[in-house]
């Protein structure tokens, strides 16, 4: 493996769509360091200290701006919206009223449709290189979604390891919304074979199973005596090839939605620990959101080629997308998405690193 480092900023100078994109460098006084982009309000690279002090990139990704502009994989860091995982064909309804979204995934509409929130050059404001503010105004109709949305997400690098993710958005016309990021992780090091062997705990009685195209059935699950069971630490890869429809329907690995215990005060409450017993890195994700989606990386297939000049395949990276539940709007037992024009949409999600030497 060579020295992990830093993409280059001259080779995220670009112009998408008339607008200028950047790479821009938060750092603190540990060795963390984490460099954004504005195409998609994005997590490029993320460095990390491992248990022996060498720098390591925790976060798949690529090198310059045409990286990502040709990446089979289109959400690699990407800020999520407007509606973050899954709307069953594409619609929903609000006030009687329904709303279409192109379907992107088989028949339903993925991560906001295919010209979402990860496809737009957002505006910046950096704050004395140790946080960056994107900005993105979301017109009425945007791949048909209702009402003028302003939205602001906020990335803030602290000297306590955490780099934090502030989410706020406004509307003038009933709409859904659902944010989150989607880093694609591995505490290996980026580009350094599969997660199967991260020691991975999330604190969720309950999961969401669902159909054969990755919709929720509605039906809300005890983990228990199930492969989804991770309230005690155990290896990604442990239960991962057992027999069962939920796993077999996601590719053979994980793509479901865990039930949080509610976050209290506005306060983010842990969702999950994960670290690798190989580099010793050690991730907390807290987060106020109600749900935590966890992806094992089962649709890479090794057609992106990453920094470390390794192809990404198959469970090559772990997400763990803190969100609301997928296909929310169809579901009214479901904790509401829907924001009203005067209400205003906050959330909040902390990456706090960590070693175990």
Known sequence: MK?????????????????????????????????????????????????????????????????????????????????????????????????????????????????????????????????????????????????????????????????????????????????????????????????????????ADKYLPVDETQIPTGLVEAVENTPFDFRKPKAIGKDIELANDQLAGANGGYDHNYVLNPATGGTPALAATIRSPLTGIRLDVLTTEPGLQLYTGNFLNGKDTGRQGNPYEKYGAFCLETQHFPDAPNHPDFPSTLLLPGQVFQSETRYRFSVLK
């Not at 998408?16 to 540990?30: A, E, F, M, P």
């Not at 934090?164 to 944010?179: F, G, H």
């Not at 694609?184 to 599969?194: A, H, S, T, V, Y």
């Open 3 to 203: 020295p992990y480092k830093l993409p280059e900023e001259h080779l995220f100078d670009h112009q998408i769509s008339g607008k200028h994109t950047h790479l821009i460098v938060l750092k603190n006084n540990r060795g963390v360091a984490v460099a954004l982009s504005d195409y998609g309000a994005r997590i490029v690279s993320l460095i990390v200290p491992d248990k022996q002090g060498d720098p390591t990139d925790v976060v798949l990704g690529f090198d310059s701006i045409q990286g990502y502009l040709s990446a089979q994989e289109p959400y690699h860091g990407v800020t999520v919206g407007r509606f973050a995982n899954r709307i069953a064909n594409g619609r929903f309804t609000i006030d009687g009223e329904t709303f279409s979204v192109q379907p992107n995934n088989g028949p339903n509409a993925l991560h906001g449709g295919v010209g979402g929130f990860h496809s737009k050059v957002w505006d910046r404001r950096v704050v004395y290189k140790e946080k960056v503010d994107f900005y993105y105004v979301s017109t009425d109709g945007e791949e048909g979604f209702p009402g003028r949305l302003s939205v602001m997400v906020k990335y803030r690098l602290t000297d306590e390891n955490e780099l934090v993710i502030s989410y706020r958005a406004e509307t003038d016309k009933p709409t859904i919304i659902n944010l989150t990021n989607h880093a694609f992780f591995n505490l290996n090091g980026e580009g350094n074979g599969d997660v199967l062997d991260h020691i991975l705990e999330i604190p």
